[in-house]
């Protein structure tokens, strides 16, 4: 099975900005992986973020921004505020089956 | 407004059977790619099961065999029947849909296999 590749964790200063990528064990992280990107808090659901690599929810701050780069998955986030400190899961399709990245525990100090 | 409930969690024993459900609000089962996602205590997310529009099914390599997704388009509601259940199934189980511009999440619903 294919294996999705996250940063553990990562710190950001508020304010800041701070890149999250995902990585895929069998090549480049394209388009037609489908890559989504959900952010969850401490007791809470996961709620997505970004689908399909780059569209946005409706509810997404507009600090965030989902694209693909280098073959890879990233997720950027300018101005990183108190509230964005979460887990950060990206998620890949390989023909029908999916597989989530570990998470990055994404920490704003 | 879109909301997906689920339930049927609840403690049962190593090898038992459960059926979880997920009744949807606000957008229609047939009509969405309908997944099941879950997470251990303390872990990362696990992609379990997806049902298409079309009917194709996909199901993780950990709960192939075990598990079975469908959905009843009647009662607008996405299941899932968990058998031969193991320690390693105790997770909050999640539905979601992945379809459209709207992509929402249930609360969630705790399972926990234990003797």
């Known amino acids: 099975q294919a294996v999705v590749t996250q940063e553990p964790s990562l710190t950001v200063s508020p304010g800041g900005t701070v890149t999250l990528t995902c990585g895929s064990s069998?090549?480049?992280?394209?388009?037609?992986?489908?890559p989504h990107w959900f952010q969850q808090k401490p007791g809470q659901a996961p709620r997505t973020l970004f689908y399909?690599?780059?569209y946005k929810q409706s509810w997404t701050p507009a600090r965030f921004s989902g694209y693909l780069l280098g073959g890879k998955a990233a997720l950027t986030l300018s101005g990183a505020q108190p509230e964005d400190e979460a887990e950060y899961y990206c998620?890949?399709?390989?023909?029908?089956?999916?597989?989530f990245g570990g998470g990055t525990k994404l920490t704003v100090l | 407004e879109v909301h997906l409930v689920e339930t049927g969690g609840e403690l049962i024993q190593p090898g038992g059977s459960l059926r979880l459900s997920c009744a949807a609000s606000?957008?229609?089962?047939?009509?969405?790619?309908m997944v099941w996602v879950r997470q251990a205590p303390g872990k990362g997310l696990e992609w379990v099961s997806i049902?298409?529009?079309?009917?194709?099914?996909y199901y993780a390599e950990s709960v192939r065999g075990r598990f079975t997704i469908s959905r009843d388009d009647s009662k607008n509601t996405l299941y899932l029947q968990m058998n031969s259940l193991r320690v390693e199934d105790t997770a909050v189980y999640y539905c979601?849909?992945?379809?459209?511009?709207?992509?929402?999440w249930g609360h969630g619903t705790l399972v926990t296999v234990s003797s």
């Open positions: 979601a849909n992945f379809y459209g511009s709207g992509r929402y």
């Open positions: 606000g957008l229609t089962v047939g009509g969405n790619n």
């Open positions: 069998t090549g480049p992280v394209t388009s037609s992986h489908y």
């Open positions: 399909d690599a780059n």
């Open positions: 049902i298409w529009t079309d009917n194709n099914i």
């Open positions: 998620l890949v399709s390989y023909s029908g089956i999916w597989v």
